[in-house]
Structure formats: C-alpha cells, structure tokens
C-alpha cells in the first residue's frame, strides 16, 4: 500500500494534468509543515505500480499548461521582480545585507513567489532558467551596493540536483564583480532530501570558492543534525517559530539558548529569522544571534527602494 497527499487549493486549477500538479502539492504540504499548518492526512489502498503507470500515462500524454508558457515568456520579458528583504547585524543594528526574493505577478493568478514559484518552473522545465535568471538580476543589484553588504540566495532542490549549478553560479559571480565573498546561500532540508551526498559535494565546491552557506528555516522541520555533520555549513538561520515566543515564553528562550550554545560549539553564526517587534529583536541581540531579519526591519522591498534605506542607513 502507498500513501499520498492530496492537496486541494485553488493553485490545482493551474494543473492541466495529474503529473504537472505533484511539485505544486509537495511544496503545499512542505509549507503547511514549516507553518504548523493542521491539515488532513488520508490513507488509500492502491498498488504502487498502478500510481506509477497512471503518473507515466499521465506524463507522456501532458501537454504543456498555460501557467509554464507564461513563466517563459516572463523570464525572456524579464517580468519576474526581484525583491530585497534588509538584514541586520545583531550588536548595534548596522545594515549588513539582504536576502534577495523573487516574485511573479500572474495577470490571472495572482502573485507567485516562492515554493509555488519554484514548483511551477520545476514542472515545466523551467527551473534552470528561472535560477539564471534570479541569481544574474540579483548579482547585478548587488554589484551597486557597498563592499560590505552581502547578499543572501535561497538554494532549491533542483539546483543541487542540476550537475551545471556550481560552474553556472560560479560564472555569474564572476561576470557581476561581486566578491564571492560576499554571497551566502540559503538552503532548507526539504533541498537536501533528494541527494543529500551531492548536495553536499556541491555545495562544499561553492564554499570553496568563498561563498557562505546557511541552513535555512532551521527548527521548522526534522532539524537532522546529521547536516551539520556533513554540509559546509557557515550559519544557521532560524525559522520564525523559534523566536516568535522568546520575549514572554520560557520553553522557548530556552530553546534559543540550546541553539545558540550548540552553534558556538560548532562555530556556526545564528541568524534570527522572523524578528517582528524590538522585544525579539533585543532579546536575539542578547542572547548570541549574529544577524537578524524580518518585518521590524523592512518587508521585502524593490532594488530602488533597498538602495534608498541603504542611503538611510
């Protein structure tokens, strides 16, 4: 017997097939977990060979979906927009970086951004482009900035997974002018899941060459200390959840310093994710966090707005 998800939303209207949907309703489900999101799970008995010859049916009679064919068209017109969320130095609040974002603005379906963005552009063959695409705008925003910001790229599964990643990233940094030095990595364990050996192999290629590695969204998941064994980690980036409760919440504050202490020992950074008031934000500060990030420093914001809070700073 296998079991499945089933995921219902208004996003499977842009399914045209059963197979087109599936990277959609995973990363559905990987964000109702990392948001404690309550949701039905139901267990039905059907042969694993029949849900493999229905999804290979299914693949080989596909057509490509409207929604693919736009994305396409959006990554040529260069329409996808590039957002950048400011990033602090814990001692003292100095501007440090951002963490570069994209989003699509569907004239039919709305905003896309993040895993539903990434979901689409996997199951239309499109994720190289769209990662191209991201990291050479995004470089080239940063190549503007001061010598001392540096800028923060989320990582995805089909990234680690794409054999030219490394000497594509590696050939967009070098053609931006941006110090290798100065870019940092995002990725999530639901990233490594796929091949966590070549994802590690990889990514210890690009720290080589300078760039910093985070492991994102930390606590949110299994929190599988087996990465910190075996990834050429630099930073831990806590999930929002982690630090929600750390003002008012014992358990919480103590969870927080358990994290911290291990990092110390580790000799990895802590970034505090999520920080929305200046309670949190203080308590991060004390408690040993490096950097922090959230809507008490800014909500994602265009490149000429981010060049303008710079100018603030």
């Not at 219902?8 to 990987?30: D, F, K, M, Q, Y």
């Amino acid at each position: 017997m296998a079991s499945f998800t089933v995921c219902a939303s208004p996003l499977a209207e842009r399914c045209a097939t059963l197979w087109s949907g599936v990277p959609i309703c995973n990363a559905a489900v990987h964000r109702a977990d990392r948001r404690q999101v309550c949701w039905q799970r139901a267990v039905m008995s059907l042969p694993v060979h029949q849900i493999d010859r229905r999804l290979r049916g299914d693949r080989r009679q596909s057509e490509p979906h409207p929604v693919a064919s736009d994305l396409g068209q959006a990554i040529t017109a260069d329409a996808i927009d590039l957002l950048f969320q400011p990033q602090y130095a814990a001692a003292g609040n100095a501007l440090s970086g951002a963490e570069a974002l994209a989003r699509w603005h569907h004239p039919v379906h709305g905003s896309l951004a993040g895993d539903a963005l990434v979901a689409i552009a996997q199951s239309s063959g499109l994720a190289r482009r769209l990662t191209r695409h991201i990291v050479r705008g995004a470089l080239g925003v940063a190549a503007d900035w001061p010598a001392h910001l540096r800028l923060s790229l989320n990582v995805t599964a089909a990234d680690l997974l794409d054999r030219t990643y490394v000497d594509d990233l590696l050939a967009l940094v070098a053609d931006s002018g941006v110090a290798a030095e100065r870019l940092t990595l995002e990725i999530t364990e639901h990233a490594l899941v796929a091949d966590l050996d070549r994802s590690a192999e990889r990514l210890a290629l690009l720290a080589e060459a300078g760039i910093r590695i985070a492991l994102d969204d930390f606590g949110a998941g299994f929190c599988n200390f087996h990465y910190l064994k075996v990834l050429p980690l630099d930073a831990l980036k806590l999930d929002r959840s982690m630090v929600q409760g750390v003002a008012h919440d014992r358990r919480d504050l103590a969870i927080l310093r358990a994290i911290v202490a291990m990092a110390r020992t580790l000799e990895l950074r802590i970034i505090a994710e999520g920080i929305e008031t200046p309670a949190q934000r203080d308590v991060a500060a004390r408690e040993g966090c490096d950097l922090w990030q959230g809507f008490l420093g800014g909500r994602p914001m265009t490149s000429a707005a981010f060049a303008d809070h710079i100018s603030a700073c």
